[in-house]
């Protein structure tokens, strides 16, 4: 470090850092307690969902919580806009 | 019974076997009778640090299968009386460890009066890394202040609360300590590293010791002598306190703080 050091702007990237790891830490430590089914239990449920509607695959959202001593399973499904379409033309998996 | 206490981070090359060496051998100079496993199979390298890589016989892997007594295969540390050593295999076996033999070794080292058994865990969350904590009663997360490091040590507090021995038999969950290593004050006071605080904060636990970023480590590694041995660098005491901690002892943090410097010295460096 020296003279010129002075007149840098000093790089604060230690909260950046700080900012950033408590958001990816909060949310891998909810799904952590999730149990290890949902993302299956999510994909079948958006199969099935896709025989009957176009939905785009971020429509389902599946949130397991806890309120008052008890686990709350929460499945929310938009659907589009648009008068949905019938979709039989989809090959079964 | 001994006390098992897991040496691990998910990340690798934090320190977690540079840890395992000083904290067992920190131990020992405490009068407790150690021993401490190298779990990282097909990479041994626990040997190397402690500086008895010559001396290795028989290895961890040989004792589960049955090759050797365990007594043949404890390795004596030269400087530490009460200091033993078991390495790691090199085999390419995956399988090598089980949960069974893991479990039979870990019995007789605590039958045979062990206070004290420091197992080294390997990086990442395979078997050994799973095998190293199974059994535990202690874990020693080593972190970086760096987001990778800190990101994977709270996977790991993950596992160490669910899948641990202590966990599936709920008798008590595994006893967590961080470690901090390589933390650089100076930096942290630049605002350019995260703080013993903030890394605190984030994975909500109490560190039990944070050790200054240090050349003598790797003087220590190059010389095959555990850094806390060498009682003029900053490192060694951080380490030493560090143990002093894991055994009840209250001790102030030290090596935490930037230096302070004058405006001379800050207008010209140094």
């Known amino acids: 470090m020296g003279l010129l050091d002075l007149f840098r702007k000093p790089t604060k990237s230690a909260g950046l850092a700080k900012e950033r790891l408590r958001i990816i830490v909060a949310q891998e430590r909810s799904n952590r307690s999730a149990p290890d089914y949902l993302p299956l239990l999510r994909r079948?449920?958006?199969?099935?969902?896709?025989?009957?509607?176009?939905?785009?695959?971020?429509?389902?959202?599946?949130?397991?919580?806890?309120?008052?001593?008890?686990?709350?399973?929460?499945?929310?499904?938009?659907?589009?806009?648009?008068?949905?379409?019938?979709?039989?033309?989809?090959?079964?998996? | 019974m001994a006390e098992i206490i897991v040496v691990t981070s998910g990340k690798g090359g934090v320190g977690k076997t540079t840890t395992s060496a000083s904290i067992a051998s920190g131990l020992?100079?405490?009068?407790?009778?150690?021993?401490?496993?190298?779990?990282?199979?097909?990479l041994r390298?626990?040997?190397?640090?402690?500086?008895?890589?010559?001396?290795?016989?028989?290895?961890?892997?040989?004792?589960?299968?049955?090759?050797?007594?365990l007594k043949q295969a404890l390795i004596k540390d030269k400087r530490l009386?009460?200091?033993?050593?078991?390495?790691?295999?090199?085999?390419?076996?995956?399988?090598?460890?089980?949960?069974?033999?893991?479990?039979r070794v870990l019995d007789e080292l605590g039958a045979s009066g062990f206070d004290y058994i420091i197992c080294d865990s390997p990086a990442g969350i395979e078997k050994g890394a799973h095998l190293a904590m199974y059994f535990a009663d202690q874990a020693?997360?080593?972190?970086?202040?760096?987001?990778?490091?800190?990101?994977?040590?709270?996977?790991?507090?993950?596992?160490?609360?669910?899948?641990?021995k202590r966990a599936k038999q709920g008798n008590g969950k595994v006893t967590e300590h961080l470690l901090l290593t390589r933390y650089n004050p100076l930096r942290v006071a630049k605002g350019e590293m995260l703080s013993v605080d903030d890394v605190q904060?984030?994975?909500?636990?109490?560190?039990?010791?944070?050790?200054?970023?240090?050349?003598?480590?790797?003087?220590?590694?190059?010389?095959?002598?555990?850094?806390?041995?060498?009682?003029?660098?900053?490192?060694?005491l951080a380490y030493q306190d560090a143990v002093d901690r894991l055994l009840g002892e209250e001790k102030p943090m030290r090596f935490t703080e930037a230096p302070k410097r004058g405006m001379f010295a800050r207008m010209f460096g140094g």
């Open chain 2, 201 to 236: 904060e984030i994975l909500g636990l109490d560190v039990v010791g944070v050790i200054p970023e240090s050349p003598e480590v790797l003087a220590a590694s190059n010389a095959g002598v555990p850094v806390i041995m060498n009682n003029e660098s900053d490192a060694a």
């Open chain 2, 28 to 42: 020992a100079r405490r009068d407790k009778r150690v021993a401490v496993i190298d779990f990282d199979i097909g």
């Open chain 2, 45 to 69: 390298n626990l040997d190397l640090i402690m500086g008895c890589e010559r001396r290795v016989v028989y290895d961890f892997v040989n004792v589960i299968q049955g090759d050797c007594t």
């Open chain 2, 140 to 164: 020693v997360v080593v972190v970086n202040p760096e987001v990778s490091s800190v990101r994977d040590s709270d996977r790991i507090l993950g596992l160490l609360a669910s899948k641990t």
């Open chain 1, 44 to 93: 079948e449920i958006l199969e099935v969902i896709h025989r009957y509607v176009n939905i785009n695959p971020d429509a389902v959202q599946i949130n397991v919580g806890h309120e008052e001593g008890q686990d709350v399973f929460e499945l929310s499904v938009s659907l589009p806009v648009k008068p949905p379409t019938a979709v039989q033309s989809l090959p079964r998996s």
């Open chain 2, 81 to 103: 009386d009460n200091l033993h050593l078991l390495a790691a295999s090199q085999t390419r076996d995956k399988d090598a460890l089980t949960e069974e033999g893991v479990s």
